[in-house]
């Protein structure tokens, strides 16, 4: 690690801190350390990888494709690793991720074991004090939130968890040991994306797998293709492409919306749902119509559309009633990709518990307990049960700005960013993969973390080349895009429905569509208009 410089008191002294040593937190390093600042990345993992070292449930795996899940800044870098498959699971992602950081010689500038508690903004000093858990205190001009927009889980919602007698695992902190599942009664709580993963990769493991559904999803089939040689080749070729396209789509994905629902007749439209469906990836959410978000009658035929093809693999009515939406539309809430997923619900040693309206209301030490007095023997429990998105892994942390405010407690009545990167009041703290911006949620993810992280480093160049010590949005800015990321959010329908988009899986957040929806190219010009303007309304000092 190299050499900080430490101050009287024995803080360690940088030029910047950041916090996280995921996707963002990688390329952030690498950027700030080639424009000669002292800058070091504070992990609470043991190891490089963020939400690929957290998430190493069974069956976790990528829904973006893996040569799009890239970084794109090196040529180099691109093609020096080759993916097995169009979507790698967790083990091959994480490989990566050791591939770019031992590529980049990162390891030096970044503290493993090392959760960051505190970050108070000293008005007299105009720079961050931070401390880590373990009391090592940090003192940095800049601070920068790499925390991850899904980081944050939500592990302890029932009443009676530590008096179980299995083990409890929620998803996104699974053991990194091997976990017996031949023969054990599991339950899973949630049908999310994850949820669906692990579900799909254990039921044939285990002895009995009971499943709780709350919120029935749509799901799309993944088709997943292992990568040759030839395959390898001809996605490397497509670099320059994929580095000039990938920025300016509406999702950071490769494809984008093509076609207009009112130029297609009936038959076409259904035709082209159809080629769309049998791609087998994120594409017909992502790029086929987008009316889906804005118009309710042509969200309800694609809905009808997805319905119908999961009616004809489930067969059962009864399972039709239970695992498919019927109260909102497709693409409203996040879509999962998944392999022979609803199938498993034809084993013999597989059960579906509705818990929408009997729901689960303590755990005792034999399993589960539900409203009516039932209680489901189990000897592990697997919770699924998402996160406090976009906002949850910075109010975990006491973040306090000028005056005294803290974080929590702002984005406790009302949740508001400057372009996802900044805040009023909190001089010097850049964001990545924070509320209001399209990283916290509808993006391929790699493709917004270099934008945000690229804006960072290009905003402290400039700083740094105008002699300005300190930057703070204005109120004024920062009103202006809440107001502009509202009025854009509440024209879609995304708005309109319940789901961790809008923040109602955790009681008393602030209700506001995380994610900007404005699209990904759209953002990204908005952001480069602040910069070519010399950052109008952000307030500079020297």
Known sequence: MNEAVRNIDGATKLDAAIIGAGVAGLYQIYQLRNMGMKVRAFEAASDVGGTWYWNRYPGARFDSEAYIYQYLFSEDLYKGWSWSERFPGQP?????????????????????????????????????????????????QFLITCCGMLSAPLSELFPGQSSFKGRIFHTARWPHEPIELEGKKVGVIGIGATGIQVIQTIASKVGELTVFVRTPQYVLPMKNPKFGEADVK?????????????????????YDFMYKWADLTPARRRDVMEEIYQNGSLKLWLASFAEMFFDPEVSEEISEFVRDKMRARLKDPKLCDLLIPKDYGFGTHRVPLETNYLEVYHRPNVKAVSVKDNPIVEIVP????????????LDMIVMAT?????????????IRGRGGHTLKEDWGKDI??????????????????????????LCNMTTC??????????????????????????????????????????????????????????????????????????????????????????????
């Open 234 to 254: 001809a996605y490397k070729e497509r670099f320059d492409e994929l580095k000039n396209t990938l920025p300016h789509t509406f999702t950071g994905f490769e």
């Open 366 to 377: 034999e399993g589960l307990k539900l409203a009516d007095g039932t209680v489901h023997e």
């Open 92 to 140: 091959e992602i994480e490989r990566w991720m050791h591939y770019v950081t031992d590529s980049l010689d990162l390891r030096k500038d970044i503290q493993f074991d090392a959760r960051i508690v505190s970050a108070h903004y000293n008005e007299d000093t105009r720079r961050w004090i931070i401390r880590t858990e373990d009391g090592e205190t940090i003192d940095a």
């Open 416 to 441: 508001r960013t400057a372009y996802g990167m900044q805040v009023h009041g909190y001089p010097n703290l850049f964001m990545t993969g924070a509320p209001l911006a399209p990283s916290a949620a």
């Open 449 to 542: 973390l270099q934008q945000q992280t690229e804006w960072i480093a290009d905003c402290i160049r400039y700083m740094r080349d105008k002699g300005v010590a300190v930057i703070e949005p204005t109120a004024e800015v920062e009103e202006r895009w809440v107001r502009h990321h509202d009025e854009t959010a509440n024209a879609n329908l995304i708005s309109k429905t319940n789901s961790w988009y809008v923040g109602s899986n955790v009681p008393g957040k602030p209700r506001r569509v995380l994610s900007y929806t404005g699209g990904v190219g759209t953002y990204r010009q908005k952001c480069n208009e602040v910069a070519e303007s010399g950052y109008e309304g952000f307030a500079m000092t020297a």
């Open 386 to 398: 998402g996160f406090d998105a976009g906002s949850g892994a910075l109010t975990r942390i006491d």
